[in-house]
């Protein structure tokens, strides 16, 4: 049972057990002793007292590995709490408390040697303090979350209706805008000139500009010179919808 306890996994039926090993050891010890005789009440209370010594000197350190048996049923029960209370409804999560500390409570009475004094009463106490803290834990970050997602979905509801209203504002100084957005640039072979042009929501620019050709001397002599369509005439069209 120590080799076991020691590498962490709880004994089966502990109490069971220790109170079989307590019993055989006394059982044979008294089978050995002399009998005290009925005639010397002295010598029957010190027979009685050794065999409370002895009981005692065997259930010592039997509480040991009691205790430490208590501690693997404790974070049994909080890792059993733990994957079951992962829903976020307070029901399920105190439905997952109760199945935790009534576990650790069956398994910790099968673990009480009969007849001795062992109790279990603080460690499930902490048990249970521990499981609070833990929902209460949770419940934090989930309000949080929440919160977190009312924030951000407010946000994006705010930036529709601010572009909504920049929309309006531009349908009312520009009037309905077209969906159609053109674009076109012309640059004169041979020079230096380009001419760009663009329709965009209603509005029409243009621009000429005087922008040397930085590819010229990769394109040969002339330049580029034959263009796709006519009059090397470069044209874009975008349409949003």
């Given at each position: 049972?120590?080799?076991?306890?020691?590498?962490?996994?709880?004994?089966?039926?502990?109490?069971?057990?220790?109170?079989?090993?307590?019993?055989?050891?006394?059982?044979?010890?008294?089978?050995k002793a002399p009998t005290p005789s009925e005639d010397n009440p002295s010598s029957t209370a010190d027979y009685e007292k050794v065999l409370e010594d002895l009981e005692q000197s065997i259930d010592?350190?039997?509480?040991?590995?009691?205790?430490?048996?208590?501690?693997?049923?404790?974070?049994?029960?909080?890792?059993?709490?733990?994957?079951?209370?992962?829903?976020?409804?307070?029901?399920?999560?105190?439905?997952?408390?109760?199945?935790?500390?009534?576990?650790?409570?069956?398994?910790?009475?099968?673990?009480?040697?009969?007849?001795?004094?062992?109790?279990?009463?603080?460690?499930?106490?902490?048990?249970?303090?521990?499981?609070?803290?833990?929902?209460?834990?949770?419940?934090?970050?989930?309000?949080?979350?929440?919160?977190?997602?009312?924030?951000?979905?407010?946000?994006?509801?705010?930036?529709?209706?601010?572009?909504?209203?920049?929309?309006q504002l531009q349908q009312q100084l520009y009037g309905q805008t077209s969906p159609w957005n053109v674009g076109f640039a012309y640059r004169i072979p041979d020079s230096n000139f380009n001419l760009?042009?663009?329709?965009?929501?209603?509005?029409?620019?243009?621009?000429?500009?005087?922008?040397?050709?930085?590819?010229?001397?990769?394109?040969?002599?002339?330049?580029?010179?034959?263009?796709?369509?006519?009059?090397?005439?470069?044209?874009?069209?975008?349409?949003?919808?």
């Amino acid at each position: 049972m120590r080799r076991s306890i020691d590498e962490g996994t709880p004994v089966a039926s502990f109490g069971e057990k220790c109170t079989n090993l307590c019993d055989t050891a006394i059982a044979e010890f008294a089978s050995k002793a002399p009998t005290p005789s009925e005639d010397n009440p002295s010598s029957t209370a010190d027979y009685e007292k050794v065999l409370e010594d002895l009981e005692q000197s065997i259930d010592m350190p039997m509480q040991v590995l009691f205790l430490k048996q208590l501690a693997l049923l404790r974070e049994d029960a909080l890792r059993k709490y733990k994957s079951a209370s992962g829903s976020a409804s307070s029901s399920s999560d105190y439905e997952a408390m109760v199945a935790a500390d009534e576990y650790f409570a069956s398994e910790a009475e099968k673990s009480v040697r009969r007849g001795s004094g062992w109790t279990y009463a603080a460690e499930r106490t902490h048990l249970q303090s521990v499981m609070s803290d833990v929902a209460a834990g949770g419940k934090r970050l989930a309000d949080v979350q929440l919160k977190a997602a009312q924030q951000q979905t407010l946000a994006m509801q705010y930036l529709q209706m601010q572009q909504q209203t920049i929309q309006q504002l531009q349908q009312q100084l520009y009037g309905q805008t077209s969906p159609w957005n053109v674009g076109f640039a012309y640059r004169i072979p041979d020079s230096n000139f380009n001419l760009q042009g663009s329709h965009q929501q209603g509005k029409t620019n243009f621009q000429f500009s005087c922008v040397p050709d930085e590819y010229a001397p990769m394109l040969g002599p002339n330049g580029f010179t034959n263009g796709v369509g006519p009059g090397n005439l470069g044209l874009s069209l975008n349409v949003s919808v």
